[in-house]
């Protein structure tokens, strides 16, 4: 896609923040996740993270005509994962010289998903991270989300299976050097 915008998200734009991530979520993931799993994610784990809207790191990509097509965001704080109701939060501040920065809370609409709205909103936080000063990245991928950010030259590092209210559900953490 051509004519993208991308910028800091606003705090009164979260409730339709929240609904293009529970879309995509819905669409996205089908034939990764089981429906139960997709609903335990979203109502325990997906949603924004008001501190980094708070933060500035939280970004929206928009087209020409101001449809959200994608939010996504990168973090100087502990938290890896994980949007507000996501209990294991830690708002602690990264030392970027001994840590990396976290990619965080990224969906993309499913109308303009392969359409390098994931790719331009990556670029755009990775470019900031390293202009904060961090020299790697790490997130913890969805499984519709590793062939994306391994394509981006995130590598893997096993997987792990995260309690959402009884039904468990399967990340991976991955990590990139900038």
């Known amino acids: 896609m051509t004519d993208l915008i991308i910028r800091?998200?606003?705090?009164?734009?979260?409730?339709?923040?929240?609904?293009?991530?529970?879309?995509s979520a819905r669409i996205l993931s089908r034939g990764y996740y089981s429906p139960e799993e997709t609903e335990a994610a979203i109502t325990h784990v997906f949603?924004?993270?008001?501190?980094?809207?708070?933060?500035?790191?939280y970004l929206v990509v928009e087209d020409a005509a101001g449809d959200r097509l994608g939010c996504g965001g990168w973090?100087?704080?502990?938290?890896?994962?994980?949007?507000?109701?996501?209990?294991?939060?830690?708002?602690?501040?990264?030392?970027?010289?001994?840590?990396?920065?976290?990619?965080?809370?990224?969906?993309?609409?499913?109308?303009a998903a392969r359409k390098g709205v994931g790719a331009a909103l990556l670029k755009a936080?990775?470019?900031?991270?390293?202009?904060?000063?961090f020299a790697r990245t790490e997130?913890?991928?969805?499984?519709?989300?590793?062939?994306?950010?391994a394509a981006h030259g995130y590598a893997a590092q096993g997987e792990i299976s995260l309690d959402c209210g009884g039904v468990a559900v399967r990340f991976v953490p991955m990590g990139k050097a900038l």
Not at 47 to 57: I, Q
Not at 75 to 88: E, H, V, Y
Not at 139 to 149: D, N
């Open 47 to 57: 949603g924004v993270d008001s501190e980094l809207v708070a933060d500035a790191t």
């Open 125 to 133: 936080c990775e470019d900031a991270a390293a202009a904060a000063g």
């Open 139 to 149: 997130l913890m991928a969805t499984l519709p989300g590793v062939p994306f950010y």
């Open 8 to 23: 800091p998200a606003r705090a009164d734009e979260i409730p339709a923040l929240e609904a293009l991530i529970t879309a």
């Open 75 to 111: 973090s100087k704080r502990a938290t890896l994962f994980g949007g507000d109701r996501f209990a294991g939060r830690e708002s602690g501040l990264l030392d970027p010289a001994h840590d990396a920065a976290k990619v965080r809370a990224f969906f993309v609409a499913p109308q």
